[in-house]
Each structure stands twice: as structure tokens, then as C-alpha cells.
């Protein structure tokens, strides 16, 4: 049977302020990939997001971000190497804390925002995140763009990696997403997306905006869950790729 990983970007919430519904999104999905108090999340949040991830059985990955709490982590930020491996390590590491603590498994590493969309143009800087991972486990995977240099890096690195595909984001030809701040950017018709992650699943195709069809490669999908019309959007896709014979478990 074909499968599919199900992740959701999780515990972003800051201090007294609430982001997402983690509780409801958590026993959706089957991957979370857990901010670890750069571009969000604090201690408590973190260690509550572990909790949950492990009371339904779902994996759990550390969401790496540039040091802007502020900017959610969406900004661009110039960074060297070494700092950005460096980033990486110590967001590793307070996760790994509370997985310790909890006694369960670090599974992965996806990078958040910024860090994730340079990362996956910019060979250089994904290798130092690949190296980042692998020099503190290199048992934990890479959760990146599929197609992108983060996979070439974590190939080249001797990192084991899984190739992400979003279902409300729009592609461009060279299989990058589009700008946010592009008209476009996001697939808000729901039947649309379903179609499109359906596609990314069975045939390894997804239509950029430019029209043109472009290969990818589908290991893990991403899901956002934070507003009421996103849960409903979540629960449509599981039950779209159970429809379709798709299994929906880790990667």
C-alpha cells in the first residue's frame, strides 16, 4: 500500500499568546514538527507540544528557525555558516531535552520559514544545517523541499532525508514555492488542494503557476492547522488519501 506522512508546524504559541489549535491538529497528523524558541515557542510551550505529540503516537520533529521572534522567523537574516549550523545545534538540543525527558525519539529536523526558503535555493547554507543535524544525531532525519538543495545536502552529508510537498502553496518551475507576498502564493480553494496533493502522491506531478508540470517527490505533506477552516482542511485531506488507498503514517 502507498503511504504519506501527514506534518503540521506546531507549538508556535509565545508565553500568553496562543497560536494554532495544536490539540485538535495533533491527533490529525502524523509528524509535528515542534518550534524550539527562535522564531516561537517558549520552554513551557515546548515541553507541553512534546506531551501532546507523544500521548497520540505522532513523531516529533525539531522546527528550526532564525533568532526572530519577532518576525516569526519569515525574515531573510545574513547569516555565516557556521551560525547557522551552530542555530541549529542549540534548537536540536533544548528539543532533545524535553524528548529525553519524555522518552521519545527526536525523529527529524525541518527548518522554518526563512531558514527553510534560503536553504532550499542556497547549497551552502543547507549543508550547514545538514551537518548541524548530523554532527549532534545523525540518526535524525531532514524534513526539506522536495527536489531542493536541502535534499542535495543531505545526500552529500550522508544525512537520511524526506522530501516535503505543501498542499496550499503554489510551485514555480524549478519546483521552489512562490512568494507569499506573489499573488497566488496560496491555494485557498479547498477541492483544488486536494486534487493537488492527490496528484503529488499517486502521479509525482504538480502544476506550477506557470502551467508547466513539474516532477516531485512526496514523502511528507504539509498541513497548516491554525484557524477553524484549516482543521476542516486537514481532516478533508486524510480523508481524501484513506479514500484513495493511501495510508497515512510517519516517514
Known sequence: ?????LNCDLGESFGRYTLGLDDQVIPLISSANIACGYHASDPVIMEKTVKMAKEHQVSIGAHTGFPDLMGFGRRNMAVSNEEAKAYTKY???ALLAFCKAEGVKLAHVKPHGAFYN?????YDLAKAICEGIYEVDPSIKLLGLSNSKMIEAAKDTGLAYAQ???ADRAYEEDGTLVNRRKPGAMITDEDEAIRRVIGMVKD????AITGKEVAIQADSICVHGDGEKALAFVKK???ALTKEGI???PF
Open 1 to 5: 500500500m502507498q503511504s504519506v506522512d
Open 91 to 93: 534548537q536540536i538540543g
Open 118 to 122: 534560503m536553504a532550499a535555493k542556497d
Open 164 to 166: 516535503e510537498v505543501f
Open 204 to 207: 509525482g506531478k504538480v502544476t
Open 237 to 239: 485531506i486524510r480523508e
Open 247 to 249: 495510508e497515512i503514517k
